[in-house]
């Protein structure tokens, strides 16, 4: 989990060439929008989607929803001008496929400030290769870099299973040790992680089940592919009424005179510590953000 208060819950996919999809995310409740232009475009079509998506965020209308297009890997015949498109769109970000090494990062880095990008356009990496596994600490510390603009990563489990033939199994017991150690390298590093997508968008009750599943291995949200996976997704990634209650009792609790300079107490017949505390403090943060998102969505 990263320490990031902004609202990622819900990151919506959408094929670049798809213009109903791009109309209509602007009524979706999603809080980031990904348009594609990657794995979900043909390369026929390369060219006529980023023109389109570049029109789309000029017009805009798309709220407060945090927009990212997936550009097309820098050493493909279309990655450099995507990522030009992508800032003279004025996106928020772009995220780049298959990273597999801090140079990649380098070279995402390096594309978005010859193109000119704003300090404020950040840096999305795609976590979907074996490679990237096995470098995921490399990866995470590329934050550190004075000209970083890395702050968030979306696993790409689709990739991660036809690279290595592990299966996409509802338990996820194949990928488990890779989902566990990208969560550990982004907590370390302070990177927002927002899990792979789940293919079969028909059953939703899969869904949820896979959504709970990430958000307690720490993810900080999840990646969807179509509208109906969102309202599931955003109340799993929220902190729940019961949550919230608890964590106003866990600061007033400490908030009291006597409990001052205590680093341990009993409240509701269990052991709470100062550490639940800051997290309770957390957890009531991010759901203000959320709240603040909601109200502007409605507006
Ligand atoms: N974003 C925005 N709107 C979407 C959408 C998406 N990802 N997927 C579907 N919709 C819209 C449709 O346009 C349709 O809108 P309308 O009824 O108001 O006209 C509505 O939701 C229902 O769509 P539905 O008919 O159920 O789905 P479909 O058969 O048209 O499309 C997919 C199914 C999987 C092809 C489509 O959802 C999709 O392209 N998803 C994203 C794929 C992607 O980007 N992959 C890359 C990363 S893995
Ligand atoms: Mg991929």
Redesign the pocket.
């Known amino acids: 989990m990263s320490a990031s208060l902004r609202p990622r819950r819900s990151v919506?996919?959408?094929?670049g060439i798809?213009l109903?999809?791009?109309e209509?995310?602007k009524t979706?409740a999603t809080d980031c929008v990904?348009f594609?232009l990657?794995?979900?475009v043909a390369p026929d079509e390369k060219k006529a989607a980023r023109a389109q998506v570049v029109s789309a965020l000029k017009v805009g209308g798309y709220g407060r929803r945090e927009l990212i297009i997936?550009t097309n890997g820098l050493t493909t015949p279309w990655g450099a001008d995507d990522v030009i498109a992508a800032v003279e769109a004025c996106a928020d970000g772009i995220l780049v496929p298959k990273v597999s090494s801090a140079e990649d990062i380098a070279a995402a880095t390096r594309a978005m400030d010859d193109a000119g990008a704003p300090a404020t356009m950040s840096l999305w990496a795609m976590i979907e290769t074996p490679l990237a596994i096995l470098n995921v600490k490399e990866i995470a510390q590329t934050v550190r870099l004075p000209a970083s603009r890395l702050t968030t990563w979306i696993l790409g489990t689709?990739d991660l299973a036809k690279e290595t033939g592990a299966h996409l199994s509802d338990d996820r017991v194949p990928m488990l040790s890779w989902l566990s150690i990208c969560v550990a390298a982004a907590s370390a590093y302070d990177i927002t992680i927002i899990d792979g997508?789940y293919n079969d968008?028909r059953n939703l009750d899969g869904f949820r089940n896979e959504c709970i599943h990430g958000r307690s291995l720490g993810m900080d949200g999840k990646?969807?592919?179509?509208?109906?996976q969102i309202e599931p997704c955003n109340e799993i990634f929220s902190p729940d009424e019961d949550e919230v209650k608890q964590a106003r009792e866990i600061i007033a609790a400490f908030d009291l005179p006597e409990n001052s300079d205590k680093g341990v107490i009993t409240l509701n017949g269990a052991m709470v510590e100062r550490l639940h505390a800051d997290m309770a403090r957390r957890k009531l943060a991010v759901w203000q953000e959320i709240e603040k998102l909601s109200r502007d969505q409605v507006d």
Do not use: G
């Open positions: 919506l996919y959408m094929p798809n109903r999809a791009l209509k995310a979706l990904i594609d990657e794995d979900s997936r689709n997508v968008f990646t969807l592919i179509h509208p109906t």
